[in-house]
């Protein structure tokens, strides 16, 4: 558990961290709550020859309501998503996740722009802002662009962030009144899902994302397609593994990933429509 | 009883707060990681990533190069450093196998994660990238890792043996030759059951950690090691490695939790020792969690068959059993040793005629060395006789606690001589499961169940229990020697009263989160009538306590209390006869009460034991022929073991469309005789009980079929937390030991022992309705829905 060497530099704001990783070029990598990076560099699965902390970029943390959507600073702790009362208000679902993100240690060293960033597809918070349609704002040398949570991943742990970007902010649309579900089935309390559903709803509205149900966080168009078109919930359910390609391993093989998912995914949207 | 006949202080049977707690809580207590050892070299070790493969050729030269490094060392180059390779002291048989196995590996490697190559650096980073340098040429072999297809023999790992099987170790007993095969021939109802103990992870929460000090002048050589068993440490390595045994001395700081992982002589140890004598310098070395998964010992791996045979009243007239063990590449300490420690409990809490067949074959396999893991053979014993019976009730169609109850050894047919020959001392297990029984308000839990298992539903109830007897408290030597095990099962202890009647205790157990120097205490201050605080117990380094053998098999308290509590009875002899030449009576006219001698029938003639003290240290005044000093010790082999039992309880809820279990209830009630500390019992039960959980519902080690561990981190091995695990009601019954003047049984093993089939049952039950008669472990969520639709035929 002690990782290779690394230089470490500490960025004030996000133009200086773009600036040091345009520096370092593919060496380095940003290190925000450093719970994911870490544990890859101490089991020497990634040895980067720069860090660039990014954890300290005081201004990038916040929560705030911008009328139509919520605006969330990328440094913003897993803790501070969980117990934000804008968050509740608009974006319950969210924040709901939030809590379950590993434990508490977890939660407050975490950050949710490092969750996406890293785009894991066991990630609770990736796919969450995707049943959500967030947008997610990015900056690079030449400055800031925005990509759409539908858009952003491309694979496992891969996303359209080029090196030299960094992701500064995640915009959540206000959910108004909108029922929703967080499903999230492992085996201990704090491990990351086998599978996990995001719902929310709507009258024939809806948006449903999968957890680990593929490389990257699945979004179940097939699902809130179905609704759309009158479906009724279990039938709509039974879709859930449709645009999934679950993997197989210990805890699941893909045959009960998609069987759990469609559980889930029912559970989920009879939840969210109580 | 001494006990109770001087019981004034009422000291024992109180839920003292453990004294080890404010250290541990606050980060003072140090563990041996914690020590500061100036100019230490680091250590790291090369390990094998093939399970079974030929070492062509290993080229060290860049690691040599990095900064920091000081030396590395190869099997061949450290060969001459042995005097022995490293020891198994319990060769079952004498016929057994035993493949000679050394700190490294020499030309071929048997595990992923054998020993390949050992790094000095004078920083950790440096010993961590000179193994990432090291440059290993392997010719991989085919791995073997399926317990069967090693019984097979049709690929020999150690090829010098000529074959997989370490041992077959026999116990039949029988009333007349043959009358097994003929009670399965007459039996009204039989069983044939095959259950499969998965392989466990122990994981202690501090891994191991090992730090040898050499002295500079004449030889000497300090161990310091996360151990629970520094005395057995001291004899083993001083004759591995060829040292005059009163230059070793161990010692075991804070140690973080064993569970059986820690009671054993480590290829690591071994190298620290040598290479601090080869370079004349501290060597440390500290695990890291993938090496704990993969280097050091694990548990369980067995497959059983067992086959019950009973009359129409279900009374069980014979029992078979067939054992696998799985050894795993190498012997360890006591690794042949592990199934034998069950081989007298297949039949459990139940009285069953001389009609016994009992068979272990033990194999090798390309996979971690096994060795003992909290119940050590018990576990596995008492799960296989706990399913049968549930298993034999549902081909009887009658309720199971019917069953055992048509079975349970009576309380008056004890001390019962069991089929084997031993004695078990005591016990009440109706008394027991009678409490369990009303504790979970069994009658409401069917009642419930009838109405929630219906047709279509998506949440089944289940109950299930587990009446067990442990045999532990190891052990007396005679018996051991009639198992082949190398060493004794005394422990010794010294008692000494300090001139201001302050207690040192000295004992030869090694505590690593039991609480022994609380409990300890709390026996030398009943007996002495002081008070616990000014009783302070030493243990744990072998300089202090010369004598011992330390913490394993829930012997401690019946044995090392035990022992503590008749050094204090010697102390107390003696301080009689000083009393009485100063009282000028005769001995037999004084009694002890409270700290004080006194002569009986005038209380004003009377000496505090803290006078005695003070003139023992003295020596003014002493009878003729009487020794200055206050001071006793006592080596103590107990006459037979200690026999704890009692019956656990559960309710689940299984979700049949995810395949989630939920432990809704648990009740453990157990009979450890008398209690010394209920609290600290209490802590050990609740321990035990979420190990035996953790076999049930979470751990295992998963090998791919190249004999690689997929299970080597934290995130894979599911070891339950505090919110996994459902809140455990304990309770007891107390049948002291007739066998011990502190009417005491272990209890460190009891939960673990309990756990595992009360869960499994109470899924089967649950799923009874679906057709599932058997649940593998770890029952996971998917292994739980599988089974479902299996059952089902397949059939939503
Ligand atoms: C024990 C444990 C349990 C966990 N359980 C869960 C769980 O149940 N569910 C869950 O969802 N997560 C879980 N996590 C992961 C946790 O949520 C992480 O905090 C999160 O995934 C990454 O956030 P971070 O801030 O720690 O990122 P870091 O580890 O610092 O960075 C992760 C990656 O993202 C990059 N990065 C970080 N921030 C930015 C940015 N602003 N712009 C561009 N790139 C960036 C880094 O360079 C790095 O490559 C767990 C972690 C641990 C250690």
């Given at each position: 558990?002690?990782?290779?060497?690394?230089?470490?530099?500490r960025?004030?704001?996000?133009?200086e961290a773009?600036?040091?990783?345009?520096?370092?070029?593919?060496?380095?990598?940003?290190?925000?709550?450093?719970?994911?990076?870490l544990?890859?560099?101490?089991?020497?699965?990634?040895?980067?020859?720069?860090?660039?902390?990014?954890?300290?970029?005081?201004?990038?943390?916040?929560?705030?309501?911008?009328?139509?959507?919520?605006?969330?600073?990328?440094?913003?702790?897993?803790?501070?998503?969980?117990?934000?009362?804008?968050?509740?208000?608009?974006?319950?679902?969210?924040?709901?996740?939030?809590?379950?993100v590993?434990?508490?240690q977890?939660?407050?060293?975490?950050?949710?722009?490092?969750?996406?960033?890293?785009?894991?597809?066991a990630?609770?918070?990736p796919?969450?802002?995707?049943?959500?349609?967030?947008?997610?704002?990015?900056?690079?040398?030449?400055?800031?662009?925005e990509?759409?949570?539908?858009?952003?991943?491309?694979?496992?742990?891969?996303?359209?962030l080029?090196?030299?970007?960094?992701?500064v902010?995640?915009?959540v649309?206000?959910?108004?009144?909108?029922?929703?579900?967080?499903?999230?089935?492992?085996?201990?309390?704090?491990?990351w899902a086998?599978?996990?559903?995001?719902?929310?709803?709507?009258?024939n509205e809806?948006g449903?994302?999968?957890?680990?149900?593929g490389?990257t966080?699945?979004l179940?168009?097939?699902?809130a397609g179905?609704?759309?078109?009158?479906?009724?919930?279990?039938?709509?359910?039974?879709?859930?593994?449709?645009?999934?390609?679950?993997?197989?391993?210990?805890?699941?093989?893909?045959e009960?990933?998609?069987?759990?998912a469609?559980?889930?995914?029912?559970?989920?949207l009879e939840?969210?429509?109580? | 009883?001494?006990?109770?006949?001087?019981?004034?202080?009422?000291?024992?049977?109180?839920?003292?707060?453990?004294?080890?707690?404010?250290?541990?809580?606050?980060?003072?207590?140090?563990?041996?990681?914690?020590?500061?050892?100036?100019?230490?070299?680091?250590?790291a070790?090369?390990?094998?990533?093939?399970?079974?493969?030929k070492?062509?050729?290993?080229?060290v030269?860049?690691a040599?190069?990095i900064?920091?490094?000081?030396?590395?060392?190869?099997?061949?180059?450290?060969?001459?450093?042995?005097?022995?390779p490293?020891?198994?002291?319990?060769?079952?048989?004498?016929?057994?196998?035993?493949?000679?196995h050394?700190?490294?590996?020499?030309?071929?490697?048997?595990y992923?994660?054998?020993?390949?190559?050992?790094?000095?650096?004078?920083?950790e980073?440096?010993?961590?990238?000179?193994?990432?340098?090291?440059?290993?040429?392997?010719?991989a072999?085919?791995?073997?890792?399926?317990?069967?297809?090693?019984?097979?023999?049709?690929?020999?790992?150690?090829?010098?043996?000529?074959?997989?099987?370490?041992?077959?170790w026999?116990?039949?007993?029988?009333?007349t030759?043959?009358?097994v095969?003929?009670?399965?021939k007459?039996?009204?109802?039989?069983?044939?059951?095959?259950?499969?103990q998965?392989?466990?992870?122990?994981?202690?929460?501090?891994?191991?950690a090992?730090?040898?000090?050499?002295q500079?002048?004449?030889?000497d050589?300090?161990?310091?090691?996360?151990?629970?068993?520094?005395?057995?440490?001291?004899?083993?390595?001083?004759?591995?490695?060829?040292?005059?045994?009163h230059q070793v001395?161990?010692?075991?700081?804070s140690?973080?939790?064993?569970?059986?992982?820690?009671?054993?002589?480590?290829?690591?140890?071994?190298?620290?020792?040598?290479?601090?004598?080869?370079?004349?310098?501290?060597?440390?070395w500290?695990?890291?969690?993938?090496?704990?998964?993969?280097?050091?010992?694990?548990?369980?791996?067995?497959?059983?068959?067992?086959?019950?045979?009973?009359?129409?009243?279900?009374?069980?007239?014979?029992?078979?059993?067939?054992i696998?063990?799985?050894?795993?590449?190498?012997?360890q300490?006591?690794?042949?040793?592990?199934p034998?420690?069950g081989?007298?409990?297949?039949?459990?809490?139940?009285?069953?005629?001389?009609?016994?067949?009992?068979?272990?074959?033990s194999?090798?396999?390309?996979?971690?060395?096994?060795d003992?893991?909290?119940?050590?053979?018990?576990?596995?014993?008492?799960?296989?006789?706990?399913?049968?019976?549930e298993?034999?009730?549902r081909?009887?169609?009658?309720?199971?606690?019917?069953?055992?109850?048509?079975?349970y050894?009576?309380?008056?047919?004890?001390?019962?001589?069991?089929?084997?020959?031993?004695?078990?001392?005591?016990?009440?297990?109706?008394?027991?499961?009678?409490?369990?029984?009303?504790?979970?308000?069994?009658a409401?839990?069917?009642?419930?169940?009838?109405?929630?298992?219906?047709?279509?539903?998506?949440?089944l109830?289940?109950?299930?229990?587990?009446?067990?007897?442990?045999?532990?408290?190891?052990?007396?030597?005679?018996v051991?020697?009639?198992?082949?095990?190398?060493?004794?099962g005394?422990?010794?202890?010294?008692?000494?009263?300090l001139?201001?009647?302050?207690?040192?205790?000295?004992t030869?157990?090694?505590?690593?989160?039991?609480?022994?120097?609380?409990?300890?205490?709390?026996?030398a201050?009943?007996?002495?009538?002081?008070?616990?605080e000014?009783?302070?117990?030493?243990?744990?380094d072998?300089?202090?306590?010369?004598?011992?053998?330390d913490t394993?098999?829930?012997?401690?308290?019946p044995?090392?209390g035990?022992?503590i509590?008749?050094?204090?009875?010697?102390?107390?002899?003696?301080?009689?006869?000083i009393?009485?030449?100063?009282?000028?009576?005769?001995?037999?006219?004084?009694?002890?009460?409270?700290g004080?001698?006194?002569?009986?029938?005038?209380?004003?003639?009377?000496?505090?034991?803290?006078?005695?003290?003070?003139?023992?240290f003295?020596?003014?005044?002493?009878?003729?022929?009487?020794?200055?000093?206050?001071?006793?010790?006592?080596?103590?082999?107990?006459?037979?073991?200690?026999?704890?039992?009692?019956?656990?309880m559960?309710?689940?809820?299984?979700?049949?469309?995810?395949?989630?279990?939920?432990?809704?209830k648990?009740?453990?009630?157990d009979?450890?005789?008398?209690?010394?500390n209920?609290?600290?019992?209490?802590?050990?039960?609740?321990?035990?009980?979420?190990?035996?959980i953790?076999?049930?519902?979470?751990?295992?080690a998963?090998?791919?079929?190249?004999?690689?561990?997929?299970?080597?981190?934290?995130?894979?091995?599911?070891?339950?937390?505090?919110?996994?695990?459902?809140?455990?009601?304990?309770?007891?019954t107390?049948?002291p030991?007739?066998?011990?003047?502190?009417?005491?049984?272990?209890?460190?093993e009891?939960g673990?022992?309990?756990?595992?089939p009360?869960?499994?049952?109470?899924?089967?039950?649950?799923l009874?309705?679906?057709?599932v008669?058997?649940?593998?472990?770890?029952?996971?969520?998917?292994?739980?829905?599988?089974?479902?639709?299996?059952?089902?035929?397949?059939?939503?």
């Amino acid at each position: 558990m002690i990782p290779a060497a690394f230089d470490y530099k500490r960025a004030s704001s996000a133009a200086e961290a773009i600036s040091l990783v345009g520096q370092y070029g593919s060496d380095a990598k940003f290190l925000a709550g450093g719970h994911s990076l870490l544990p890859l560099m101490k089991l020497r699965l990634a040895q980067p020859a720069m860090l660039i902390d990014i954890g300290r970029v005081k201004d990038l943390s916040y929560i705030k309501d911008a009328g139509k959507h919520i605006a969330i600073g990328a440094l913003t702790r897993h803790m501070d998503v969980e117990t934000s009362k804008v968050l509740h208000e608009h974006a319950p679902l969210l924040s709901h996740a939030a809590a379950h993100v590993g434990d508490s240690q977890v939660r407050h060293r975490g950050t949710i722009g490092g969750s996406i960033a890293h785009a894991d597809p066991a990630s609770d918070l990736p796919a969450t802002t995707l049943a959500l349609g967030a947008t997610y704002v990015v900056q690079g040398p030449k400055g800031q662009r925005e990509i759409a949570a539908a858009k952003f991943f491309k694979g496992f742990l891969e996303s359209d962030l080029a090196a030299d970007e960094m992701l500064v902010e995640i915009r959540v649309p206000k959910m108004q009144g909108a029922g929703w579900s967080f499903q999230k089935f492992n085996r201990r309390a704090q491990d990351w899902a086998i599978v996990g559903v995001a719902a929310w709803r709507r009258k024939n509205e809806a948006g449903v994302a999968l957890v680990n149900m593929g490389s990257t966080p699945i979004l179940a168009t097939s699902v809130a397609g179905a609704l759309a078109k009158g479906a009724s919930v279990g039938d709509a359910a039974a879709l859930a593994s449709n645009e999934a390609d679950p993997q197989s391993d210990l805890n699941a093989s893909t045959e009960y990933r998609k069987h759990l998912a469609s559980v889930l995914v029912r559970r989920a949207l009879e939840d969210a429509s109580k | 009883m001494t006990i109770t006949e001087n019981k004034t202080t009422n000291v024992i049977g109180t839920r003292l707060l453990r004294r080890e707690d404010p250290p541990l809580l606050t980060g003072e207590a140090k563990f041996t990681n914690d020590l500061n050892i100036p100019g230490a070299l680091h250590l790291a070790v090369l390990r094998s990533p093939f399970a079974h493969a030929k070492i062509k050729s290993i080229n060290v030269s860049a690691a040599l190069k990095i900064a920091g490094v000081v030396a590395v060392y190869t099997g061949k180059d450290l060969q001459t450093t042995w005097a022995s390779p490293m020891p198994c002291a319990w060769p079952v048989t004498t016929d057994m196998k035993n493949p000679a196995h050394y700190p490294l590996a020499i030309d071929k490697v048997n595990y992923v994660g054998d020993g390949v190559a050992a790094v000095l650096a004078t920083n950790e980073t440096a010993s961590r990238d000179a193994l990432d340098a090291i440059d290993v040429e392997y010719e991989a072999l085919q791995a073997v890792v399926d317990l069967e297809d090693a019984l097979s023999d049709k690929n020999i790992i150690h090829k010098d043996l000529g074959t997989n099987k370490s041992y077959t170790w026999p116990l039949l007993v029988e009333e007349t030759p043959g009358c097994v095969e003929e009670a399965f021939k007459k039996a009204k109802y039989k069983v044939k059951e095959r259950y499969v103990q998965q392989r466990l992870i122990p994981m202690a929460m501090e891994p191991r950690a090992i730090a040898a000090v050499p002295q500079p002048f004449g030889g000497d050589i300090t161990l310091y090691s996360a151990t629970q068993i520094p005395h057995i440490l001291k004899v083993m390595t001083a004759l591995t490695l060829g040292i005059p045994e009163h230059q070793v001395r161990v010692v075991a700081p804070s140690v973080g939790g064993g569970f059986g992982s820690k009671l054993n002589v480590y290829a690591e140890e071994l190298l620290c020792m040598a290479l601090a004598r080869k370079h004349n310098a501290p060597v440390r070395w500290v695990e890291e969690r993938s090496e704990n998964a993969q280097a050091t010992i694990q548990g369980r791996g067995q497959i059983q068959h067992i086959e019950l045979a009973a009359d129409e009243k279900g009374k069980i007239t014979a029992v078979r059993v067939r054992i696998i063990g799985d050894m795993g590449a190498y012997l360890q300490l006591v690794t042949p040793g592990v199934p034998i420690l069950g081989a007298f409990l297949y039949a459990g809490v139940y009285d069953i005629p001389k009609a016994y067949d009992f068979s272990c074959t033990s194999v090798f396999t390309n996979l971690t060395p096994t060795d003992a893991y909290r119940g050590a053979g018990r576990p596995e014993a008492t799960y296989a006789i706990e399913s049968a019976i549930e298993a034999l009730a549902r081909e009887m169609k009658i309720d199971s606690f019917e069953l055992r109850k048509r079975n349970y050894i009576k309380k008056e047919q004890f001390p019962y001589t069991a089929f084997s020959g031993l004695v078990y001392d005591s016990g009440d297990h109706l008394s027991a499961a009678e409490k369990a029984a009303k504790l979970t308000d069994i009658a409401g839990v069917r009642a419930q169940q009838k109405k929630q298992n219906v047709p279509g539903a998506t949440k089944l109830l289940g109950v299930g229990m587990t009446s067990y007897f442990e045999m532990c408290g190891l052990a007396p030597s005679r018996v051991l020697a009639s198992l082949n095990y190398s060493a004794g099962g005394w422990e010794a202890a010294t008692v000494r009263v300090l001139p201001t009647n302050k207690v040192q205790v000295i004992t030869g157990t090694s505590p690593h989160g039991q609480g022994h120097e609380t409990s300890w205490a709390m026996i030398a201050a009943e007996k002495l009538g002081v008070a616990p605080e000014d009783v302070d117990v030493l243990h744990s380094d072998t300089a202090i306590s010369a004598l011992g053998l330390d913490t394993y098999g829930s012997r401690s308290l019946p044995v090392g209390g035990v022992a503590i509590a008749m050094a204090c009875d010697k102390v107390i002899e003696k301080a009689k006869t000083i009393a009485a030449h100063q009282l000028e009576c005769a001995a037999e006219d004084l009694q002890f009460v409270g700290g004080t001698f006194s002569v009986k029938g005038s209380p004003d003639r009377a000496l505090p034991l803290a006078a005695i003290a003070f003139g023992a240290f003295t020596a003014h005044n002493l009878p003729e022929g009487c020794e200055p000093n206050l001071e006793a010790q006592v080596s103590y082999d107990p006459p037979n073991f200690s026999w704890p039992f009692g019956t656990h309880m559960c309710v689940v809820e299984v979700d049949t469309e995810t395949g989630a279990v939920e432990i809704l209830k648990y009740i453990a009630v157990d009979d450890c005789g008398n209690q010394i500390n209920p609290l600290i019992v209490e802590g050990q039960v609740h321990g035990g009980v979420v190990q035996g959980i953790a076999q049930a519902l979470f751990e295992e080690a998963v090998y791919d079929s190249d004999g690689n561990l997929k299970t080597s981190t934290l995130a894979e091995y599911l070891v339950p937390a505090a919110c996994d695990v459902p809140p455990i009601t304990t309770a007891h019954t107390t049948t002291p030991s007739p066998t011990n003047q502190l009417g005491v049984k272990g209890i460190g093993e009891a939960g673990t022992i309990g756990a595992a089939p009360t869960v499994i049952n109470a899924i089967i039950d649950a799923l009874s309705s679906l057709g599932v008669k058997s649940m593998a472990m770890p029952a996971s969520p998917q292994t739980v829905w599988k089974t479902i639709q299996a059952a089902r035929g397949g059939k939503k």
